[in-house]
């Protein structure tokens, strides 16, 4: 199975005055013919959150305008730039959210790896949270298929980006000890995808590799980087084997798109 994994896009309405806007627009349609143009093409496309900066309906339906260029199917979780209520009523036209739930939760059920997005979002500002009805959600849906690899997909990073000036993303630090304490309990959980910190991360989390994918938005990306790297949008690619897992391999696309 193949996920081509995008985040943090941050975009405005089309006509937005603000330059950064056409910039970011231009970068995410530039990972999407990068993406359209993979051979094998991937499986699906997971957006890890943020896909607007202010969540706005018009911002989304520019979102929407442009990432139905994908010839893979797309499937979201909310950032905390996008709430809860944004994504809902952006993406229910697809099916695989309910417009009337209380979190963006849900399983895709399709492929080699089940896909379970998991939601991160706190009322209490940008940084993230689970609470007790949430971890309860994720424990009964990853009960529900025992034998079947699975990918947690969620917006805040449940782990600390040291090399950020915020290593953190969430309120609490019990929160992420509650989520590891119900992955570790799952053990066909074989990896976690997040976003919001713009910039790449590795670590393990209730015995699972866990990861962060640099901003679609250059201009938003943090961090130290290659020169190649300059102004040029990135995502990544996640190949799973069932005998070795996940690997990964980030794009840099513009001036030729190049695997790393």
């Given at each position: 199975?193949?996920?081509?994994?995008?985040?943090?896009?941050?975009?405005?309405?089309?006509?937005?005055?603000?330059?950064?806007?056409?910039?970011?627009?231009?970068?995410?349609?530039?990972?999407?013919?990068?993406?359209?143009?993979?051979?094998?093409?991937?499986?699906?496309?997971?957006?890890?959150?943020?896909?607007?900066?202010?969540?706005?309906?018009a911002?989304?339906?520019?979102?929407?305008?442009?990432?139905?260029?994908?010839?893979?199917?797309?499937?979201v979780?909310?950032?905390?730039?996008?709430?809860?209520?944004?994504?809902?009523?952006?993406?229910?036209?697809?099916?695989?959210?309910?417009?009337?739930?209380?979190?963006?939760?849900?399983?895709?059920?399709?492929?080699?790896?089940?896909?379970?997005?998991?939601?991160?979002?706190?009322?209490?500002?940008?940084?993230?949270?689970?609470?007790?009805?949430?971890?309860?959600?994720?424990?009964?849906?990853?009960?529900?298929?025992?034998?079947?690899?699975?990918?947690?997909?969620?917006?805040?990073?449940?782990?600390?980006?040291?090399?950020?000036?915020?290593?953190?993303?969430?309120?609490?630090?019990?929160?992420?000890?509650?989520?590891?304490?119900?992955?570790?309990?799952?053990?066909?959980?074989?990896?976690?995808?997040?976003?919001?910190?713009h910039?790449?991360?590795?670590?393990?989390?209730?015995?699972?590799?866990?990861?962060?994918?640099p901003?679609?938005?250059?201009?938003?990306?943090?961090?130290?980087?290659?020169?190649?790297?300059?102004?040029?949008?990135?995502?990544?690619?996640?190949?799973?084997?069932?005998?070795?897992?996940?690997?990964?391999?980030t794009?840099?696309?513009?001036?030729?798109?190049?695997?790393?």
């Amino acid at each position: 199975m193949i996920i081509a994994q995008i985040a943090d896009t941050h975009l405005g309405e089309v006509n937005a005055s603000d330059a950064v806007f056409p910039a970011r627009a231009e970068n995410l349609q530039a990972c999407i013919a990068d993406i359209n143009s993979l051979d094998p093409l991937p499986d699906v496309v997971i957006h890890t959150g943020d896909l607007t900066q202010h969540g706005q309906a018009a911002e989304f339906a520019h979102a929407r305008s442009l990432l139905s260029k994908l010839k893979a199917p797309l499937y979201v979780t909310a950032g905390n730039r996008d709430g809860r209520e944004g994504i809902a009523q952006a993406f229910a036209v697809d099916g695989y959210l309910n417009p009337d739930g209380n979190f963006i939760h849900y399983a895709i059920e399709e492929y080699a790896v089940r896909l379970v997005a998991v939601d991160s979002l706190s009322e209490d500002g940008p940084k993230g949270d689970f609470c007790e009805a949430r971890l309860t959600a994720l424990d009964a849906t990853l009960s529900e298929a025992p034998a079947r690899p699975t990918a947690l997909f969620m917006h805040h990073p449940p782990f600390d980006v040291t090399s950020a000036p915020d290593p953190f993303a969430y309120h609490r630090r019990e929160a992420v000890s509650n989520l590891a304490a119900v992955i570790s309990q799952h053990p066909q959980v074989v990896r976690l995808f997040a976003g919001h910190m713009h910039r790449p991360w590795t670590a393990v989390v209730g015995g699972v590799t866990a990861s962060t994918v640099p901003s679609v938005a250059a201009d938003l990306r943090y961090g130290s980087y290659p020169p190649a790297m300059a102004g040029r949008p990135v995502y990544l690619v996640h190949r799973f084997e069932i005998d070795c897992g996940f690997f990964s391999e980030t794009r840099l696309v513009g001036n030729g798109a190049e695997a790393q």
